[in-house]
């Protein structure tokens, strides 16, 4: 079973366009984390927010964690080519240790 | 840069052969994650450890999947028999407790 569930599925855009993509999530958390996977490699992790925070930065990246809606969303500014991969969110559910993945959004961005 | 290490990066059996692969964690992190990944889809958790105990194995198919991690650091993944439905991506992660996960490049897996 899946506790996060990204929207929306796949995503086309133009470089330099910005890139939302959402989390919805099931049970309580200790944090979610975002993940970012290239074709055929394995998973990059991306930032990570704990689930007393509401908003985190990192670079081009800005992650929001709405916890009595259950959900987040990924914000990718100034979209570039080398951006194109699928995003993955995971949780790690309060009172337990499993990190849980949705299924992903697959990103495109054409230059 | 530290990095968790699988091997082998690619694997093809045939069905009902025997199958194992590798991963060696980023030294100091007791928590170990095996995933299985299938084309277009998630990573599913298999079996996660914290040091050489199993703390979840609630989706790892018993009947023909084991797992170790005698020391608490590398570890083993097995399939026997393998089946079709098997070939995806075997991945493998650590961390330290309540933190963001590390994870290796996977083992490719065909089953023909």
């Known amino acids: 079973s899946q506790q996060g569930e990204e929207d929306p599925q796949a995503l086309s855009i133009q470089e330099g366009e910005n890139a939302t993509m959402n989390c919805s999530y099931k049970?309580?958390?200790?944090?979610l984390q975002w993940y970012r996977q290239n074709s055929g490699r394995g998973l990059v992790h991306l930032i990570l927010?704990?689930?007393?925070?509401r908003e985190k930065h990192s670079g081009r990246l800005r992650v929001t964690l709405d916890t009595s809606k259950k959900s987040s969303s990924l914000l990718i500014t100034a979209s570039r080519a080398a951006d194109t991969a699928s995003y993955f969110c995971?949780?790690?559910?309060?009172?337990?240790?499993?990190?849980?993945f949705g299924a992903g959004t697959r990103l495109f961005v054409k230059a | 840069e530290a990095e968790v290490a699988q091997s082998p990066r690619y694997k093809i059996t045939e069905k009902s052969q025997a199958v194992a692969f590798w991963c060696d964690p980023i030294?100091?992190?007791?928590?170990l994650y095996w995933y299985r990944q299938i084309l277009g889809q998630g990573p599913e958790l298999l079996v996660q450890?914290?040091?050489?105990?199993?703390?979840?194995d609630s989706q790892l198919p018993k009947d023909r999947f084991s797992a170790e991690r005698l020391k608490g650091v590398d570890s083993t993944l097995k399939i026997q028999p393998a089946e079709l439905g098997d070939s995806a991506m075997y991945l493998c992660?650590?961390?330290?407790?309540?933190?963001?996960?590390?994870f290796g490049q996977g083992t490719r897996l065909t089953v023909v």
């Open positions: 992660a650590s961390s330290l407790e309540n933190t963001e996960a590390f």
């Open positions: 049970t309580s958390i200790n944090n």
């Open positions: 927010i704990r689930s007393n925070e």
């Open positions: 995971a949780t790690d559910a309060t009172g337990g240790f499993k990190t849980i």
């Open positions: 030294s100091g992190h007791a928590t």
């Open positions: 450890f914290q040091d050489e105990s199993v703390v979840d």
